[in-house]
C-alpha cells in the first residue's frame, strides 16, 4: 500500500463521521421544529 | 450569560448563527483539505503522510474541547442552574464522541505507515480511548437520568465536572511518559512545524470548530423544540374534551 491509501483512508472516514454527523443533526432539528410549526397551526 | 437562559431569546441568536457557522465551517474545511491534500510540501522525514495532520489534529482538538466545554456548561448548570446549560452540555456530547473516535481511527491510520503499528498502549493513545468511555459513559448516564424522570441533571454534570481530569492527563501524556506519539509541536513560544506545510491546517482547524458548533446550536434547537413539543402535547391532553 502506498502512503496515498493511508491518506485517502484518513479522510475518507473523517468526511463520512463529519457529514454523518451534520446531516443527522440538521435533519433531527428541521423534523422537531417543522413539527412545532404544524402543532401551532 | 444571563441574557442566553431565555429560550426564545437563544434561538433568536442561535437561528442565524447556525448558518452562518455551517457556511463559513464548510468553506474553511474543504479550501483546508484541498490545500492540504494538493498544495502543501510533504514531509522530509514522513514524506506524504504528514497530510493526514490536517484531519487528525483538528479533530483531537475537538474531542478535548467538547469534553472541556462539557465541563464548563456542567459548572454553570449546577452553580447558577442556567436552563439552557444542561441542554449544551448533552448537545456536545455526540459530537464529542464522535470527534474523539475520528481522532482514534485516523491516529491509528497514520500511526501504521510512520510507526510500523496500528495502535501502541502508550500515555496519549491510552489517555484519548478512555475519553472516548467517559463520553459513551456521559451519553448513557444522560439518557438514563432523562428516561427516568426524576433526575435534576445533577449526577450528569458531576461526572462532567469530575471526568474534566482526563483532559490535564492527555494533554501531559507526552510530556510525562515516553511515547511513540511526538511532543508537542505548536507551543506558547511557537511553532516546530514549518510554515509552509503549516498554514492549510489553520483553515482544517477553524472549519472543524466552526462545524462542531453549528452541530451543538442544531442539536440544542432540536431538544428545545422537542421539549416544547412534549409540553404542548401534554397540555392538549390534559385540556376537557368540548
Known sequence: ?41 | MHFLANPTRFLRLARPLTQGLMTIGLAMLIYGCFAGLTQSPQDYLQGETVRIMYVHVPTAWLGMAGWSGIAIASIVHIVWRHPLAAIAAHAIAVPGAVFTLLCLVTGSIWGRPTWGTWWEWDGRMTSMLVLLFLYIGYIALANAERSSGNGNGKTTAIFGIVGAVNIPIIHGSVIWWKSLHQAPSITMNGSAIAAEILWPLGFTMVGFTCLFAAIVLMRMRAALASTKLEARMRRRAAEPAL
Open chain 1, 1 to 41: 500500500m502506498t502512503h496515498w491509501h493511508f491518506i485517502m483512508a484518513a479522510y475518507g472516514v473523517t468526511s463520512v463521521g463529519t457529514f454523518g454527523l451534520l446531516s443527522v443533526s440538521l435533519m433531527s432539528m428541521m423534523r422537531m421544529e417543522k413539527a412545532i410549526l404544524s402543532l401551532e397551526q
